[in-house]
T-cell receptor, first 115, second 112 residues
Framework: AQSVTQLDSQVPVFEEAPVELRCNYS??????LFWYVQYPNQGLQLLLK??????LVKGINGFEAEFNKSQTSFHLRKPSVHISDTAEYFC?????????????FGTGTRLKVLA | GAGVSQSPSNKVTEKGKDVELRCDPI?????LYWYRQSLGQGLEFLIY????????KSGLPSDRFSAERTGGSVSTLTIQRTQQEDSAVYLC??????????FGPGTRLTVL
């Protein structure tokens, strides 16, 4: 079965510190990978995506993620966070399993940036 | 160039009443999804439409929930005999196949 695991439900970090939000997936087929962000009281929007090509993907607001096929991971990183990065971050995986297309979200990681 | 729209933005109803939530996807997007997000929780998949294929209803929590998509465009999510546990934000998203999902602002449902 295809699944997405976000190991950390909450991540507190001080402003200007680096952060890594972890995402692991399980799938026996090729997948596409996404990170979405939901700022407080706002809708979800795409942060970045991996479809093919370079395994290092850059997104908006200085975030990047690296697709690691051998470890089935797609961790999100930012070298220096701002207060405005406080939000909920969702990892998602899509692909075709047994003839059925699936798009699965992780449970989310709440990033809290502290002054 | 409009994004995904949902109506109403807020809905307050009494327990036992039926409600209809509407989603207008981005024109040309063949895929449409419904999710539910309870306070402080992640996204709960409800149903997925893709073109003229039979919808994937595997996420609907009970037979009180149903959805349809007319003409491959507008979708309506119907909840019959609402219960207090149905209170949540209902999100709609559309996409091209395999692509990023574009989310609407959501409908906040409160069942009293």
């Amino acid at each position: 079965a295809q699944s997405v695991t976000q190991l950390d439900s909450q991540v507190p970090v001080f402003e200007e510190a680096p952060v890594e939000l972890r995402c692991n997936y399980s799938s026996s087929v090729s997948v596409y990978l996404f990170w979405y962000v939901q700022y407080p009281n706002q809708g979800l929007q795409l942060l970045l995506k991996y479809l093919s090509g370079s395994t290092l993907v850059k997104g908006i607001n200085g975030f990047e993620a690296e697709f690691n096929k051998s470890q089935t991971s797609f961790h999100l990183r930012k070298p220096s966070v701002h207060i405005s990065d406080t939000a909920e971050y969702f990892c998602a995986v899509s692909g075709r399993i047994g003839g059925t297309y699936k798009y699965i979200f992780g449970t989310g990681t709440r990033l809290k940036v502290l002054a | 160039g409009a994004g995904v729209s949902q109506s109403p933005s807020n809905k307050v109803t009494e327990k036992g009443k039926d409600v209809e939530l509407r989603c207008d996807p981005i024109s040309g997007h063949t895929a449409l999804y419904w999710y539910r997000q309870s306070l402080g929780q992640g996204l709960e998949f409800l149903i997925y439409f893709q073109g003229n294929s039979a919808p994937d209803k595997s996420g609907l929590p009970s037979d009180r929930f149903s959805a349809e998509r007319t003409g491959g465009s507008v979708s309506t999510l119907t909840i019959q005999r609402t219960q207090q546990e149905d209170s949540a934000v209902y999100l709609c998203a559309s996409s091209l196949v395999y692509g990023e999902q574009f989310f609407g602002p959501g409908t906040r449902l409160t069942v009293l």
